[in-house]
């Protein structure tokens, strides 16, 4: 049977990133719920507790969401008109930078890298510049938003960079803990929060997709609210995310009988 674009559910564009951070709200409740009653003698998560369903359930309708609503997604070519002048994508970018910064200022402070052994000053040192220079470009990345020009394609890679040494610090740290629903959701924000990233840098050389991009932000921002509470780096992150979605809309203006203005995925 031949399922076409057309006959499936459609859900508004605009609304998309609202419903994600709704699903990740009301998910962010239900594990606050879980981690307060679904607990046995021994202070363990108890695998299949009725508030850990619904948090499973919740997640499989986000993503549904997601795929249902970046399937027939479409928008323009140029750059300037996927990302104009924004004052909230801007101010995203300047506190996801307040959040790598102070990343940064911990790191320096704890000195821990991810793969301790005889290069560790190397390696700490190394952890920390990266986070100080994707503080640097979140934030120049924020300026050239709010003028609605091309920022430089390594800002966002420093960017893609830093969300990947958290993903990398987070599995380094809770790796030992056998309780995946205390931590998965982190981990899996952390990894959409790196795509997000990458097809941002994408953007950049003129290679990017809206459907990638919509659809790893969206994942981004559920699970960035989902981990809420877990610490500013994912609200600021979840904030960064829903700001910084391209623009679908596309430019109106006169065109020649049988000339069509170019569109991308």
Not at 201 to 230: E, N, P, Q, T
Request: glycine share 8%; hydrophobic share 55%; with cysteine.
């Amino acid at each position: 049977m031949n399922l076409s674009l057309s006959r499936l559910p459609r859900i508004r564009t605009r609304m998309l990133p609202l419903l994600s951070a709704a699903c990740g709200v009301a998910g962010l409740l239900l594990r606050l719920l879980y981690a307060a009653i679904g607990t046995d003698d021994a202070g363990l998560l108890i695998p299949g507790h009725p508030a850990w369903i619904c948090v499973c359930l919740v997640s499989v309708a986000a993503a549904a969401i997601a795929v249902l609503g970046v399937l027939p997604i479409r928008g323009p070519a140029a750059y300037r008109a996927c990302f104009p002048r924004s004052v909230s994508g801007a101010a995203g970018g300047v506190l996801a930078g307040i959040s790598a910064l102070a990343a940064a200022v911990t790191h320096f402070r704890t000195g821990a890298p991810i793969f301790p052994g005889f290069l560790t000053p190397v390696l700490s040192f190394l952890q920390g510049a990266v986070m100080v220079l994707a503080a640097a470009a979140l934030v120049l990345t924020a300026l050239y938003r709010l003028q609605g020009q091309k920022p430089p394609f390594l800002s966002h890679v420093a960017i893609c960079a830093y969300f990947a040494i958290q993903m990398l610090t987070l599995y380094q740290a809770r790796s030992f803990d056998p309780q995946l629903q205390e931590y998965c959701f982190e981990l899996f924000a952390c990894i959409a929060l790196t795509m997000t990233a990458y097809q941002l840098a994408a953007f950049d050389i003129g290679k990017g997709s809206h459907r990638r991009l919509w659809a790893w932000g969206l994942a981004a921002v559920y699970l960035c609210c989902l981990s809420a509470a877990s610490g500013f780096f994912f609200i600021a992150g979840g904030i960064w995310a829903f700001t910084n979605l391209s623009n679908l809309r596309r430019p109106r203006q006169r065109k020649a009988i049988g000339e069509e203005i170019p569109t991308a995925e």
